[in-house]
């Protein structure tokens, strides 16, 4: 009943586990086995290694998190030696997160990952607080396009976009497709910032970051039911999934999968049964057959 096709791709159900959530591989291989998650995907991985910004790095505020890691990670040769082949022990797809700062840097880590068996890449173009890695490369269409199709080129697998919000955030989503995307990622964090009045600074060392969360689900779930009117590949919705209702109303906005990010922080994996369950109970009580009937139902 829950069972969905992205693409060639088949899941158990169409919950996902956000990028930069959980790191290491065995964590990854928890989450599809005791979790339960239909997917999950990778930290995003650089070319070099990256330490990450000094601390405080994570910040609670009313309605999620605001985070500045700094796409801290060992380095995509590191990780996909030793934690991808963890991961995929969990039976689940493992999707690599991809962050580089130029198209050859994107194709040389979707090339390494889908040699390592990656069953998808997903090409972080939004983080909205490190340079050359960032929201600048996903807010301009052009530039979309350029690592979009080179990628693509070089990659039999799936390709994954994932945006943020910008201006032009439709725009680079259609761009992405035009350029052989197989599916887009919609949002990215928020780019935010906190004060302590007390210490009169802000509160992040790096002093802004990326808001997540509850407080950002509204513009996310906004951002994939415009998509759904824009474009034919698949959309997967993330930002603020925090129980069952809101990721069935990403489904019903028109994403095919959804990703859960933050709220692993509150409530562990235990979440992706959680929502698992109320999805299912709700498709029975209201007669409906597959999840993927709902998916877009919001249009009709
Ligand atoms: C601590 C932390 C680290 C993150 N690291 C990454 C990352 O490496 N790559 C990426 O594409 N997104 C990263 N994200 C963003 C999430 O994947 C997701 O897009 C965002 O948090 C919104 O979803 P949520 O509200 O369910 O958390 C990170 C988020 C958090 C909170």
């Known amino acids: 009943m829950l069972k969905i096709k992205l693409g060639k791709i088949k899941m158990r159900n169409p919950l996902m586990l956000a990028s930069g959530i959980l790191c290491n591989g065995s964590l990854l ?22 330490e990450g910004y ?11 998190l605001i985070n500045a890691v700094g796409l801290a990670n060992p380095g995509y040769k590191a ?32 090339v390494a990952a889908a040699e ?19 929201m600048e490369i996903g807010a301009d269409p052009a530039t979309v396009a350029k690592i979009v199709e080179g990628v693509r080129e070089a990659l039999e697998i799936p390709v994954y976009v994932k945006l943020g919000l910008s201006d032009r955030f439709t725009e680079s989503a259609v761009s992405a497709q035009d350029a052989g995307a197989d ?41 994939v039911f415009e998509l759904y009117q824009k474009l034919s590949i698949p959309i997967i919705g993330c930002g603020g999934v925090s129980d069952w ?14 990703q859960v990010g933050s709220t692993l922080a509150v409530k562990g994996i235990g979440i992706f049964r959680e929502i698992e369950a109320g999805i299912k109970n709700y498709l029975v009580r209201n007669q409906f057959r597959s999840v993927e009937e709902v998916i877009g139902i919001a249009h009709r």
Do not use: Q, W
């Not at 000094?54 to 999620?64: A, I, S």
């Not at 935010?192 to 509204?218: C, F, Q, T």
């Open 29 to 50: 291989k928890r989450a599809a086995t005791e979790g339960g998650a239909g997917a999950v995907v990778t930290k995003s991985l650089t070319k070099e290694v990256r």
């Open 54 to 64: 000094h601390t405080p790095v994570v910040v609670g505020v009313e309605g999620g």
């Open 79 to 110: 990780y996909l030696a030793e934690d991808l082949p963890l991961a995929k022990k969990g039976r689940a797809p493992v999707i690599v997160s991809v962050a580089g700062r130029n198209v050859e840097e994107f194709e040389e880590i979707s």
């Open 116 to 134: 390592a068996g990656a069953d998808a890449v997903e090409l972080n173009l939004s983080c909205p607080h490190v340079n050359k890695h960032g």
């Open 183 to 223: 599916a887009v990622v919609a949002i990215n964090t928020v780019k935010a910032m906190a004060i302590d009045v007390e210490a009169r600074k802000p509160v992040l060392a790096n002093i802004y970051g990326g808001l997540s969360g509850p407080a950002i689900h509204p513009i996310a779930l906004r951002c």
């Open 245 to 258: 209702r809101t990721a069935l109303d990403f489904l019903m906005a028109g994403a095919s999968a959804v």
